[in-house]
């Protein structure tokens, strides 16, 4: 329960960096799903982001606990693994019901590359915050939950930025 009040709230946060790949920066599309729309992303989105961070939080979690003599970067590679993996299925699937996909930018199947660093850094930093936050009051896990937003809003703008405009040219 303590890892789901971190997540949900980042999850809820998650619409933001959605809104602008898809509003500013046009390479997010939500189709037409008969859902009630934040901006242009799909209401559900705000709850959607809730089951990998779980999973990914929950997997570092069980790591550190189970291994407390290892490395403490180990539970933070571990959980930009598991981010990376889980994101990139997500991706690829996600576009088969549909909930979202990707326009006019590089593509490896139909995961944008330049999200997938950003997807890698999220999973280590959601962690690094819940460590910060482990057994803490709601209103603790509510502030790690805004800058944990803002690393991913950042690392998805550097991201597109070198790996669209830079690299891509």
């Known amino acids: 329960m303590d890892i789901f009040l971190f997540v949900l709230p980042v999850s809820i946060l998650q619409v933001i960096p959605d809104w602008f790949l898809s509003k500013v920066l046009g390479v ?11 901006g242009t992303v799909s209401a559900y989105m705000a709850g959607l982001w809730t089951i990998p ?8 979690t069980r790591f550190e ?23 990139f299925l997500s991706e690829e699937f996600m576009r088969l019901i549909p909930v979202w996909y990707a326009q006019n930018v590089s593509l490896v199947g139909h995961t944008a590359i330049y999200v997938l660093f950003p997807e890698f850094v999220l999973g280590i930093f959601a962690t690094f915050a819940y460590f910060h936050t482990e057994h803490k009051p709601f209103r603790t896990k509510l502030l790690w939950a805004i800058p944990t937003m803002f ?10 930025l ?7 040219v």
Do not use: M, T
């Not at 779980?54 to 570092?60: A, D, E, L, N, P």
């Not at 970067?73 to 571990?78: G, R």
């Not at 690393?151 to 597109?160: K, P, T």
């Open 53 to 60: 961070l779980f999973i990914i939080v929950y997997v570092s």
């Open 65 to 87: 606990k189970r291994y407390p003599e290892a490395n403490p970067i180990s539970k933070y590679l571990l959980a930009g693994g598991s981010a990376l993996i889980i994101f």
């Open 28 to 38: 997010l599309v939500f189709p037409p799903d008969g859902f009630y729309k934040l």
């Open 151 to 160: 690393v991913y809003l950042g690392a998805l703008s550097f991201s597109y």
């Open 162 to 168: 070198f790996v669209e405009g830079v690299w891509k």
